[in-house]
DNA sequence: TGTACATCAGTGAACGCGCGTTCACTGATGTAC
DNA sequence: TGTACATCAGTGAACGCGCGTTCACTGATGTAC
């Protein structure tokens, strides 16, 4: 989108934008579930007919939020990684703090990606290329330390070396890593989940009264999820 | 409960089931946020007030059916463990794919135990016990298997065996996990989080396009957590 | 076994509320000549 | 620069709906004597 000419067109990017901020005040304090189009508009004290100006119906908004929050974690994760230093796993570690960050100052946003999925809201097409943003980077963390040959090899009880390919063609393609025999790819998505699982479990609230120091078991978890790949990352 | 003695106690538990059973239809149609008293009554052919006679109020109906998931969930993972044989490794592995079963099955009561929280609705004191009963299952494992001292030494760059406790001291007490300085019990806390996690990427559908193969990658990813904690598991 | 009273299940109407979305309309902004 | 028309933003009323919860009431079931 080119600079806006029109005082129109620069009034009509602003109010989508301040639509968006008090839709996304909305979801702080009511959930997704709950999020309404009359709520919102009367936060911004105009008619509730007002907002389909911009946004052709409730779900087209909830679209919006889903699409601008995966952009803000995946800009978190690839600030975080392009911050980590040389190092992949430098990098990759980054990139995991980076997103726990975002995730803890922008739960519901984050509730709203990896929650369950809201009833009735099916998530078109345009929220797939940004979700794929944070993933990528661990990936390619992943996919640099291979091809400097920084990999350890894998460990424990395994044996998972063949058989066919568990994960879909697209996605070797994409992310960059060397698809050999040790499954390397697969393993690596463990990165992914164990990043994701691991906050959700703090926000959620499943630590309560379990997990006394949140950040220490949050380093304790990425550390494990990194040495599942034989990928080094640097001692606190 | 003893057994129900009048014929009013026996009906009385026969439809509290039965609302139960109506709201667990509700869940899978409409997602826990949208169930509503009214539509329960109305499947049931009654006056939605008459609900009120079983249930205060809709949060109390929502904590019954999570009291329930859980131990449904929590009786799944204990018959698997149960069937899984003498090996800690073969039981903990058994568990992890009752509990993947179960909630395949029931994706949506499994949203409602490990999705995002419902808004508004606050746990009451009641669920912490049922919700204990998955880890708790793991965790004997991962207890038998140190005590018959079957773990192999943590592998791969921790450097974590030192410095505070990262769970609570209750957690040290029920798990029954020797807690030495290899912050077992810690790593063991991650095999819980990569059992949902990874449940809850493919029932969320994170896989989409691009885990191919949902089972497969199941097994791949708790062999990875088993050997997070040294835990030896059976080869399929 | 029979009666009098208490307890409980279920009804249907009502209160007060909020929702998504549509529509005819007003007035301001933009554009073409 | 000035005018005529088209486009757009925003309004306020309305449609039709569902919700949680309360309340006075009816009729059946249980209990005490």
Redesign the pocket.
């Known amino acids: 989108m080119g600079t806006p000419g029109?005082?129109?067109a620069r009034?009509?990017a602003e109010?989508t934008a301040a639509v968006k901020e008090a839709a996304r005040a909305q979801l702080a304090q009511v959930g997704a579930p709950a999020?309404?189009?009359?709520?919102v508009a009367r936060e911004l004290g105009?008619?509730?007919?007002?907002v389909?100006?911009y946004f052709a119906?409730?779900?087209e908004l909830l679209t919006a939020l889903i699409v601008d929050a995966y952009d803000a974690v995946g800009a978190a994760a690839e600030d975080g990684a392009r911050a980590g230093g040389d190092d992949p796993g430098g990098r990759w570690l980054a990139a995991c703090r980076a997103v726990r960050i975002w995730a803890v100052d922008h739960p519901h946003e984050f509730s709203l990606l990896y929650g369950s999925p809201v009833p009735g809201y099916r998530a078109p097409a345009d929220t797939i290329g940004p979700a794929a943003r944070v993933p990528l980077v661990l990936a390619a963390a992943v996919a640099d330390a291979a091809r400097l040959g920084l990999l350890h090899p894998p460990t424990g009880a395994l044996g998972l070396g063949s058989g066919p390919r568990l994960v879909t063609p697209e996605v070797l393609e994409a992310v960059g890593i060397p698809a050999g025999d040790d499954r390397l790819v697969e393993r690596a998505l463990g990165m992914w989940v164990a990043l994701i699982g691991t906050i959700s479990f703090e926000l959620f609230g499943h630590f309560e009264n379990v997990v006394s120091d949140r950040a220490g078991y949050f380093e304790l978890a990425m550390a494990g999820a990194a040495g599942a790949v034989g990928l080094e990352i640097p001692v606190p």
């Open positions: 029109t005082a129109r009034a009509r109010i999020l309404s189009v009359r709520a105009m008619a509730s007919s007002a389909y100006r119906s409730r779900d």
